[in-house]
């Protein structure tokens, strides 16, 4: 069995697939916020600065950590950006 077909059968209990959901919302912001630091040329550091928030908050959500929906609108308006939830 190949890992694929691994998660789909794990998909298929119900708090698996919430969990892994939930963990892969969380990831998928890690990604977005990074992507979109480094797109701007700033630094963890300097999205700090401009968003008002602790440097450690943006080092957290970067390595996957939860965060509000309220930071995450912060470091977008500070980065320029729009904040988009999408339930799909």
């Known amino acids: 069995m190949d890992f694929k077909d691994y998660l789909n059968e794990q998909l298929k209990d119900p708090e698996f697939k919430q969990e892994f959901n939930s963990e892969t919302a969380k990831?998928?912001?890690?990604?977005?916020?990074?992507?979109?630091?480094?797109?701007?040329?700033?630094?963890?550091?300097?999205?700090?600065?401009?968003?008002?928030?602790?440097?450690?908050?943006?080092?957290?959500?970067?390595?996957?950590?939860?965060?509000?929906?309220d930071t995450l609108s912060k470091l977008a308006n500070a980065l320029g950006k729009k904040l988009k939830v999408d339930f799909s």
């Not at 480094?38 to 440097?55: C, D, F, I, M, T």
């Open 27 to 69: 990831l998928e912001s890690a990604v977005a916020l990074t992507k979109a630091r480094k797109a701007s040329g700033l630094s963890q550091r300097q999205l700090a600065e401009v968003a008002n928030v602790p440097q450690s908050t943006i080092a957290r959500i970067e390595r996957g950590d939860n965060t509000s929906v």
